[in-house]
C-alpha cells in the first residue's frame, strides 16, 4: 500500500497503456462483432476525450489527497472504527469506493436529466471497444470525482487504496469494454462476482430498458444486489448506440459530443424523462 500511495504517474500510465494495447490486439485477433473500417479514427475520438478526463482529473487530485489526509488524519469513516488487518481494510475500501464511486454514482446519471446529458456520451459509441471505456465528457469527471471522494468520507479510505481501486478499475472499464469474444462458460462463471464483456454489452444496447441496466464496473454483486442486472444469451443480438443519437456524423464529430450537455434534451419515445419532456413542451406551448 506505501508503494501504491507513491506510485509515480507514468508508472500507472504504462500500466493502463499496457492493457489498452494488449486488448487492442486481442479484439483484432478474436473481435465479437467486427471491426469499424475506421478504427484508427474512432479509437483516436475516444483518446482525445480522455485526454480531456486526464487533465481535469490532474486538477481535481490534489481535493481527493486531501480527503484521504483529512479522514486519515482524524479516523474518522467506517474502517477506521476497528482495527482491521491490512488485507481485509483493502478489500472493504475497495467495495466501498466500487459501490459509491462506480455503481452509484453510474445509476444516479441514468435516473437524473440533467447529469445523463453528460453520460450519454459513453452511450453514443455505435462501435464499443477497448477505448469506449476511455469515451465520457470531461464533465463526467466531476461527478465521478465527487463520488470518489464521498467514498473515502464515508469509507475512511486511504490514498494508497483508493489508487489501487482507481488502478483496478480503469483495467476493468478497458476489458468489459474490449470487443473480444470470451467462451461463454467462462464468462458467465466470472460474471457471478465481476463485471465481464459480454454482461456489460447489455448495458450498451441502443435502447431501454437494457440501457439501464447492469451498471457495475468491477464488481456485478451490485446489480444483483439491487436487481438491476440483466442478461442476454448472445451479445451479438445487441445494438450498440443509444437511440436519439443514431446520426454518424453526430457520435464521430468532437465538438458535437462536447456540446451535448448543453443542447436540447432529446427524449427516447416511452423512455425515461419522456414524461417530464412532454410535460414542460406543453407548459411552454400554454405560456406562449
Not at 30 to 35: D, G, V
Not at 49 to 69: K, N, P, R
Not at 202 to 210: A, D, F, G, K
Not at 214 to 229: E, P
Amino acid at each position: 500500500m506505501e508503494a501504491f500511495s507513491d506510485l509515480p504517474p507514468y508508472l500507472r500510465t504504462l500500466l493502463l497503456a499496457s492493457g489498452l494495447v494488449l486488448l487492442w490486439v486481442l479484439e483484432g485477433l478474436r473481435p465479437l462483432f467486427a471491426l469499424p473500417s475506421d478504427r484508427r479514427r474512432h479509437a483516436g475520438l475516444n483518446l482525445v476525450l480522455t485526454l480531456f478526463q486526464l487533465v481535469l482529473g490532474l486538477l481535481l487530485a490534489s481535493v481527493i489527497v486531501v480527503a484521504a489526509d483529512f479522514v486519515m488524519d482524524r479516523k474518522i469513516g467506517l474502517l477506521n472504527l476497528v482495527d482491521l488487518p491490512l488485507w481485509l481494510d483493502v478489500l472493504l475500501g475497495v467495495l466501498i469506493l466500487d459501490f459509491v464511486g462506480s455503481y452509484l454514482i453510474h445509476l444516479v446519471e441514468h435516473k437524473v436529466r440533467w447529469m445523463w446529458k453528460f453520460h450519454l456520451i459513453h452511450h453514443t459509441d455505435q462501435y464499443v471497444d477497448v477505448t469506449t471505456g476511455l469515451r465520457h465528457h470531461p464533465g463526467e469527471t466531476v461527478f465521478r470525482s465527487a463520488f470518489g471522494m464521498l467514498a473515502i468520507l464515508v469509507g475512511g479510505i486511504p490514498i494508497g487504496t483508493f489508487i489501487l481501486y482507481q488502478t483496478i478499475s480503469v483495467i476493468f472499464a478497458q476489458f468489459e469494454h474490449a470487443n473480444i469474444r470470451l467462451p461463454d462458460g467462462i464468462d458467465r462463471l466470472l460474471s457471478y462476482v465481476f463485471v465481464t464483456p459480454n454482461m456489460h454489452k447489455v448495458h450498451h444496447h441502443y435502447v431501454q430498458p437494457l440501457t439501464d441496466t447492469n451498471y457495475g464496473n468491477i464488481f456485478s454483486i451490485w446489480d444483483r444486489v439491487f436487481r438491476t442486472y440483466a442478461q442476454v444469451d448472445d451479445p451479438r443480438t445487441l445494438r450498440y448506440g443509444i437511440d436519439t443519437h443514431m446520426d454518424e456524423g453526430e457520435h464521430n464529430s468532437l465538438s458535437f459530443l462536447l456540446k451535448i450537455p448543453f443542447l436540447p434534451y432529446r427524449p427516447p419515445a416511452g423512455s425515461k424523462f419522456a414524461d417530464e419532456a412532454v410535460a414542460k413542451r406543453e407548459k411552454d406551448e400554454t405560456s406562449d
